[in-house]
């Protein structure tokens, strides 16, 4: 099971929007609303930030939005700040291995 | 609140062998999937297996199968990952994951494992 396609990195400055794409195939992204979004900041265990595409759980900022169109999922940070500079995952169900794969993982840097 | 403490990490030589356990409190563990994501050293995510509430249905990944053993018990709050004919490929932080419905939703905070001559 392949993981799922990020780019490596991403960057913006302080206020401005940005958007991490992943991209899967018909039998994992394209098929199925379960894409997650995790961050993941040096040294610690990773975060729950999207779940089921679009949904963020109790306590996540509104600046943080999911989407998803055909086989790419799409994470959106509105008003970027300091503290969102981490690692970002994406993860999937997969009716594979019915598993879930995770995404090769993008850095976002806030400039 | 949701814990997840894992412990039993450590060096241990090519061939060897391993048990992680994970304490949980804050829910009701047996109501949940739980899972044991890797990350080796710079690198991502890896799911390694997971196991359903009741015990019954377990899955593993590719590079772990038969070789690894995922296991609960209830009535202990617990999870294990038994390791065995460790390789150095298998050098990562190890979390224990509680599953939220098709999301990672608690994470521990991760527990290193070395495998080195």
């Known amino acids: 099971q392949s993981a799922l396609t990020q780019p490596a990195s991403v960057s913006g400055s302080p206020g401005q929007s940005i958007t991490i794409s992943c991209t899967g195939t018909?039998?994992?992204?394209?098929?199925?609303?379960?894409v997650s979004w995790y961050q993941q900041h040096p040294g610690k265990a990773p975060k729950l930030m999207i779940y089921e595409v679009s949904n963020r759980p109790s306590g996540v900022p509104d600046r943080f939005s999911g989407s998803k169109s055909g086989n790419t999922a799409s994470l959106t940070i509105s008003g970027l700040q300091a503290e969102d500079e981490a690692d970002y995952y994406c993860?999937?169900?997969?009716?594979?291995?019915?598993?879930?794969?995770f995404g090769t993982g993008t850095k976002v840097s806030v400039l | 609140q949701v814990q997840l403490v894992e412990s039993g990490g450590g060096l241990v030589k090519p061939g060897g062998s391993l048990r992680l356990s994970c304490a949980a409190s804050g829910f009701t563990f047996s109501d949940y999937y739980m899972s044991w994501i890797r990350q080796a050293p710079g690198k991502g995510l890896e799911w390694v297996s997971y196991i359903s509430g009741s015990g019954n249905t377990i899955y593993y990944a590719d590079s772990v199968k038969g070789r690894f053993t995922i296991s609960r018990d209830n009535a202990k709050n617990s999870l294990y990952l038994q390791m065995n004919s460790l390789r150095a490929e298998d050098t990562a932080v190890y979390y224990c994951v509680r599953d939220g419905g098709h999301s990672e939703d608690y994470w521990g905070q991760g527990t290193l494992v070395t495998v080195s001559s």
């Open positions: 018909s039998s994992d992204v394209g098929g199925y609303n379960y």
């Open positions: 993860s999937s169900y997969t009716s594979i291995n019915s598993l879930a794969v």
